[in-house]
């Protein structure tokens, strides 16, 4: 089956550590994206890449990295340095049209 | 001012009423544009693509209007299990993709 998974759905880390959430995708979509979605609010970009080995900031960048060494693959670290990084995070593979296909997201919570 | 801005609603309907949702833009050079549906605590879904000549997916009909930058979404005959967040979608042509902050629909019985 094609589509884009996200790991892990629930996660908790202590304030200090960084954390990895992973999203992988087998639909041989060039981008992927990562979003950030706040209790009542709407998705911001955090990262976005449009081909392997390249990525851009979205409008949250900071206190977040990202890598993008295979197709499949666009790993997200939050960092120590994220302000407020409780959150529900979501990635998205995104065809040539722009049309984005999201995993069923991570809610982080930090404390 | 947002780059994509919507009516946070809620928008309380009846079953059977047709509602309509409006999303501007701030970037002219926006190029693509989208809604997508969002279910309480679960990831958003596309629901349409927008064209400049309109289009229609049964009770669904998106539109675009360049000329005063604002896409809009009309649901006719509304069900129950319409309700949820509607989410407007630009992107520019860097590729950049950006959301406004949903607009929320409840169909009530």
């Not at chain 1, 081909?51 to 990295?65: R, T």
């Amino acid at each position: 089956d094609g589509g884009i998974t996200q790991s892990p759905k629930y996660l908790f880390r202590k304030e200090g550590q960084n954390v990895t959430l992973s999203c992988e995708q087998n639909l041989n979509h060039d981008a992927m994206y990562w979003y950030r979605q706040d209790p009542g609010q709407g998705l911001r970009l955090i990262y976005y890449s449009q081909i392997v080995n390249d990525f851009q900031k979205g409008d949250i960048a900071e206190g977040y990295s990202v890598s993008r060494e295979k197709k499949e693959s666009f790993p997200l670290t939050v960092t120590s340095a994220q302000k407020n990084p409780t959150a529900f995070y979501l990635c998205a593979s995104v065809t040539g049209s722009y049309e984005q296909y999201f995993g069923p997201g991570t809610r982080l919570t930090v404390t | 001012r947002k780059e994509v801005e919507q009516d946070p609603g809620p928008f309380n309907v009846p079953e059977g009423a047709t509602v309509a949702f409006n999303c501007t833009y701030s970037n002219s050079a926006s190029q693509s544009f989208f809604w997508y549906r969002q279910d309480c605590r679960k990831e958003p879904k596309l629901l349409m693509s927008v064209y400049s000549s309109g289009n229609e997916d049964g009770r669904f009909t998106a539109q675009l209007n360049r000329a005063s930058q604002y896409i809009s979404l009309l649901i006719r005959d509304s069900k129950l299990s319409d309700s949820a967040t509607y989410l407007c979608v630009s992107s520019s042509n860097t590729g950049k993709l950006i959301f406004g902050q949903g607009t929320t629909l409840q169909v009530k019985p």
